[in-house]
């Protein structure tokens, strides 16, 4: 019903900033809540931030408050999350969800793009 494509990953010096982009495809976007994830290695996947399919309610993981801010163009049916101030702890794969509903939520999601690699050195 939806399908995602990450892009936006690579290598980065502590302090630099990223800017990840997802874009979305199939039978709906604005209808759809979207999140960002992230699994390091070793690690279990973690929550980093969310918007509802409005763009009206925003949600973000403790860690990245501050540093990270998520966006979404429903004209483009794309989804961004701008990642400033970057620690080595942010290295992980992100991955792109979507939400079959509009609503915003930090675990509820049907749909994952392939994920992109972050690399934060120092």
């Known amino acids: 019903q939806v399908q995602l494509v990450e892009s936006g990953g690579g290598l980065v010096q502590a302090g630099g900033s990223l800017r990840l982009s997802c874009a979305a495809s199939?039978?709906?976007?604005?209808?759809?809540?979207m999140g960002w994830f992230r699994q390091a290695p070793g690690k279990e996947r973690e929550f980093v931030a969310a918007?509802?399919?409005?763009?009206?309610?925003?949600a973000y993981a403790d860690s990245v408050k501050g540093r990270f801010t998520i966006s979404r163009d429903n004209g483009k049916n794309s989804v961004y999350l701008q990642m400033n101030s970057l620690k080595p702890e942010d290295t992980a794969v992100y991955y792109c969800?979507?939400?079959?509903?509009?609503?915003?939520?930090?675990?509820?999601?049907?749909?994952w793009g392939q994920g992109t690699q972050v690399t934060v050195s120092s």
């Open positions: 199939g039978r709906t976007f604005s209808g759809n809540a």
């Open positions: 918007i509802s399919g409005s763009g009206r309610s925003i």
């Open positions: 969800a979507a939400r079959a509903a509009a609503g915003v939520s930090t675990t509820e999601y049907d749909y």
